[in-house]
């Protein structure tokens, strides 16, 4: 069996440090493991639209700057085919058919569309393609045969509709699809790491990101900013853990390494957390620590994406060369898919020839 990675993000603003600890982090893993046959990540331009219909710039100014950031981190475009789905026009047709083979009422079951749909206050008026989202995700899966897909625990709901779609689809038209297997992060903090303000949700417009493009200045400021335990006021008082920002980050960053190298008073984070529950702890030193932690990850980062904020064509290059190449894995399958749905009629004159058998 093949091993096809496929995973993406839609382009709505510049990616954060959530994103970095909750997905780009462990796509470098499994692009440096090198075990897999290929490797597609797919910026969603065309599911952005789905919620942006009316902002098309939203979307345009960003894929250039999400395309940064994933050479930023690391993503090597020799080992990845990293593509623009909307100039993937067997995508849309592929949403299409596969739509029929869903009924209205598992969508509304579906649990992320429902929060989404919450979230958006859209109320009533859903707009019929944002509720689509998970059939037209469907299509970004299967159209390349991707059976392992790294995401964070909110994209379940879409993993688990686009594995029903393959049976009914493989069921009805033949062995054709290929079910996909979720890949989640192994660390727990990682699945969602929350805004510095301690909100769940790290969001441009709750201004509680901290970016991969953040310089030294803005990191620090944004560190020191970070909500820790409302009760610890005095150095000596007891400290929280539970609900602690910075501890969630130290979480989900640090390492032996890192305490080694800035903080080598203690040997791990259960070391440093008994301490801080016991009282003693700063939070001024915790921030300081985080800080050096974050900044180390982000400085090789931002150098570069110096680089490539010089090198635009390049960029654009490595766009245009993934989405060509994507294109045509994408064009294979639809082939079969249609093939396999009897939509072949000028294929071979295989129809006129089956007419003529019958009238001749
Ligand atoms: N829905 C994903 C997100 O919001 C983006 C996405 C679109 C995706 N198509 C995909 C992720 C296919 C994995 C596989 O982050």
């Given amino acids: 069996m093949q091993k096809i990675i496929l995973t993406g993000d839609r382009p709505t603003g510049k990616l954060h440090i959530g994103h970095y600890v909750g997905s780009l982090k462990s796509r470098l893993k499994l692009q440096e493991a090198g075990n897999y046959d290929e490797f597609f990540i797919m910026i969603a331009d065309a599911q952005a639209l789905t919620d942006n219909a009316d902002n098309p710039m939203k979307i345009r100014s960003n894929i250039l700057n999400v395309a940064m950031d994933y050479l930023a981190v690391g993503i090597d475009p020799k080992k990845v085919h990293i593509f623009i789905q909307s100039e993937v026009s067997e995508l849309t047709e592929l949403t299409f058919y596969y739509s029929n083979l869903v009924t209205v009422a598992r969508l509304q079951r579906n649990p992320t569309v429902k929060q989404e749909i919450k979230l958006r206050d859209f109320n009533e008026s859903i707009p019929v393609g944002f509720f689509n989202y998970p059939i037209s995700q469907a299509a970004d899966i299967t159209a390349f045969k991707a059976n392992i897909i790294p995401v964070g625990d909110d994209q379940l709901p879409m993993i688990e509709q686009t594995r029903e779609i393959v049976r009914s689809f493989n069921r009805i038209y033949g062995d054709t699809l290929v079910e996909p297997k979720e ?31 953040d310089s030294k200045e803005e990191l620090k400021q944004k560190v020191f900013r970070m909500y820790t335990d409302p009760l610890h ?61 974050l900044n180390q990850i982000l400085e090789p980062i931002r150098q570069r994406r110096k680089y490539y904020e010089n090198h635009l064509e390049e960029v654009y290059e490595i766009l245009k060369e993934g989405t060509k190449y994507a294109e045509q894995i994408a064009a294979k399958t639809l082939e079969e898919v249609k093939n396999n749905m009897k939509l072949n009629y000028f294929k071979n004159k295989q129809l006129l020839e089956e007419y003529q058998e019958k009238f001749n």
């Fill in 233 to 293: 006021i005095k150095v000596e008082d007891k400290g929280h853990i539970e609900g602690n920002t910075v501890f969630t980050y130290l979480d989900a960053f640090s390492s032996e390494a890192d305490f080694a190298k800035f903080y080598p008073e203690f040997k791990n984070l259960e070391e440093l957390k008994k301490a801080y529950q016991h009282g003693g702890i700063g939070d001024m030193k915790l921030k300081k620590f985080l800080f050096e932690i």
């Fill in 183 to 213: 890949l989640l992060p192994d660390n727990k903090a990682c699945l969602r790491l929350p805004g510095i303000d301690g909100n769940a949700k790290m969001s441009k417009s709750l201004g509680n990101c901290i970016y991969l493009t």
